[in-house]
C-alpha cells in the first residue's frame, strides 16, 4: 500500500461525525489542518485543498487534503490527494495553488526534501491527482547566489495570455524576505524572472504563502510574513498576513504600503480565486502559529474561515462574507432604534450560528461591548471604545486552556458604524464597517453557552438584524455527499 492509500483508509475510517464540526467553515474529516491550497473553481465545483496530517492533532508530515463545495457555505470531504512519498517531497507536501490547464486541474506545491524546498506539480481530474514524474520543476538552484534553498516555498501560480507566472516566497541570506517569480510556456521549464517584491527591512520575515491577483487594473500582492512586529493597528499576530496595492497595469509594488488582512487573534496563510462570476474569494486558516485553540473533545483541529468576496475601496481591501450565506437564513428577527443602557439581551437574538448585523446610529456611547456564547461562566467579548478609539477582543473567560493569546487591542480612526457578525459553532469572525477590518477568532466555550448581551456605559441606538442558519440543511447534504466512503 502506498502512503496515500494508507492515509485514505486512516482518514475513512476515522472521520469525526460531520455535526461535531462547524456547519458552514471547512475543518478537516480528521486530525490536523493548516494553509488553504489550491483553493480553485475546477469541473463545475470550487476545490479546496489544504495541508493536512490526519493522524496527529498537530502539525507533522504534510499531504494534501480535499474538500469541495458548490456554493462556498457546504464543504464536502473527498479522499486526500497527495501523500509525502516520493523522491521530491518526502518530507512534506507542503503549500501550493491550483489552475485549470488543458491537460486538466495542475496543483503547484512545495517538495520538501530534507533542507532543501523545490516546486512541484501534480495533475488531476478534480478527485485523483498524478505526480509529474520529472519533480521538481522549479529548484533552489535556479535562484542567485545569496538566496536561501531551505526557505523557498509556496508557490501560487496564475496564466496571463500565454505565460504562466510562478511566485515563489524566499529568504535571503542578508536576512531579507522576498517574493521571486518565474515564468513559463509549458508549466514544466521555468525561466527566473527576478524578484517581485523584497521586504525594506532584514527581519528575517520568511514571506510565506505568496498570492496575486489584479482587481481594476490593480495588482494585488497578498502575503504571510512571519515573525513582523506590532506596528500602530497592523502586525499584532506575530506571522500575519498581508496585502499590498501595486501600481496600475504593472507589476509594480515599489513603495507600498503592507496592511493587516485580519485584526483578530485567529487568520494566517490566506489563499484567493475567481468564482465562475468574476468575484474575487478569499480563504484563510482560521488559527494562528502561536496555538490552535480546540476542545477537549475534537479529533479534529482548525478550520478555514468562511470565504470573503474582495473588492477595493480607497486604497483599501474590503472584505464581505460571501451572499451564498443568505441562501441558508431560517429566521429573521429584527430590532430597530433599540437603546443599549446598561447589559441588554434581546428576546430571541442568541446561539452559535447566525449572521448578525448591528448598525450604531449614533455615536453617542463611551463604550459598547457586545459579549458572545455568553453564561453565567463563559463569555466572548468584543469592545469598542469611542473615548480610547481601540476595539477590545478578549478571549480570556471563553473556556480557554491558557491564558495567553487571549486579547487583541487594536486602534482604529473612522468612526465604527456597523458590524456584521458571523459565527458558526467555535469560530466568529467580525467585519467592521462593511468589511474594512476583519477580526477573526475561535473560542473552545461549550456549545451550550449560547448569550449575547450589549452593554453601553452611555446610551447606545442600534438596529439588529439576527438571521439563525439553517444547520440542519447543511449537516444533512454534508453527511449525504460529504461522507468519505
Ligand atoms: C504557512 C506554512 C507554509 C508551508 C506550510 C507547511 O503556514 O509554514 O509556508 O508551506 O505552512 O505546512
Sequence with gaps: MTLLEKTRQFEKENQAPVKEQP???????????????????????YHLFYQYCPNK?????MHWGHQVSDDLVVWKRKPCVMAPENSFDYDGCFSGTAIETDQGHLLIYTGVTGSYQNQCIALGDGLTYKKFEGNPVIKGDQLPDGCSHEDFRDPKIWKEKDTYYCIIGNMRQDKHGQIVMFTSKNLTDWKYEGILYEMPRAEKNMLECPGFFRMDGIPVLITSPQNMHADGKEFHNGHNSVYLLGKKDTLDFSGATMHSIDYGLDFYAPETTIAPDGREILIGWMASWHG?????????????TFPRELSLEEDMLIQKPVAEIENYY???????????????????????????????????????????AKNERFKTTFTISNKKKQILLDRTYSGMLEDHNCIRKVPFTEEITDLRILMDQYGIEIFVN?????????????????????????AADIDVTFHTIDTASIYRKREAEGTLQ
Design 23 to 45: 456547519a458552514f467553515h471547512a475543518a478537516p474529516a480528521v486530525g490536523w489542518m493548516n494553509d488553504p491550497n489550491g483553493f480553485s473553481w475546477y469541473d463545475g465545483q
Design 57 to 61: 492533532m498537530k502539525w507533522g508530515p
Design 292 to 304: 490552535t485553540q480546540m476542545t477537549k473533545e475534537q479529533t479534529w483541529t482548525t478550520q478555514m
Design 330 to 372: 431560517l429566521d429573521t428577527i429584527k430590532y430597530s432604534g433599540k437603546v443599549i443602557e446598561g447589559e441588554v439581551e434581546l428576546p430571541e437574538v442568541k446561539g452559535r450560528f447566525f449572521d448578525m448585523g448591528v448598525h450604531f446610529n449614533c455615536q453617542g456611547f463611551k463604550k459598547f461591548t457586545i459579549e458572545l
Design 434 to 458: 462593511g468589511g474594512k477590518m476583519v477580526f477573526s477568532l475561535i473560542l473552545t466555550t461549550p456549545i451550550s453557552a449560547e448569550g449575547i448581551a450589549f452593554k453601553s456605559k452611555k
